[in-house]
């Protein structure tokens, strides 16, 4: 059993070390902040490629925690990657509302604070409601407890993403 813990354990640093090193490529605070089109094509397009090698690497802790048999991976995968271009849908919005701050830090009004903070909630609804969507469909295609094992991991590499996230983007000036 040590091994099998060890593995697990080694494979939650690697998800740890990944999630970290993408999210601070993702939002360096210099690059968001700066100004300019060159940079801002510049920034899409290293987000872009940055976000499908993420969703590369969370496929593959997903594949490398769930103990799927091959009868359940038939099922699970297909599902899996419905969930996962919703997510994205929602990730998409998330890259906005956060281009939009950087772009207006510095100036911030009352107002843009309001509509970013709304919408930021908003979407943490969503995030929350598209979950609640997909534990029937997964549940269609796995035990129960295995969809409450993809949905932990789901939920922690989300989680480890928002801290890394937090932590980069400056708080809103009084």
Sequence with gaps: ?????????????NVVT????????????????????????????DIQMLRQDLRAQKKQIIAAN???????????????????????KLNDIRVTLIKEYAQNFENLTDAQAQSLTKRYLDLDDAVTQ??????????KVLPAKKTARFMQIDRRLGLLMDVQLAAQ???VQP
Excluded: C, H
């Design 169 to 171: 983007i400056p708080l």
């Design 18 to 45: 990944v999630v970290l090193l993408a999210a601070t490529l993702l939002l360096n605070a210099g690059a968001l902040f700066a100004e300019g089109p060159t940079k801002e094509a510049a920034l899409d397009r």
């Design 130 to 139: 598209l979950r609640l969507k997909y534990v029937p469909i997964f549940n």
């Design 1 to 13: 059993m040590a091994p099998e813990y060890t593995t697990k354990e080694n494979t939650m640093k």
């Design 66 to 88: 769930m103990q799927l048999s091959e009868a359940e991976a038939v099922k699970f995968w297909p599902v899996y990657d419905e969930y996962t271009q919703e997510t994205t």
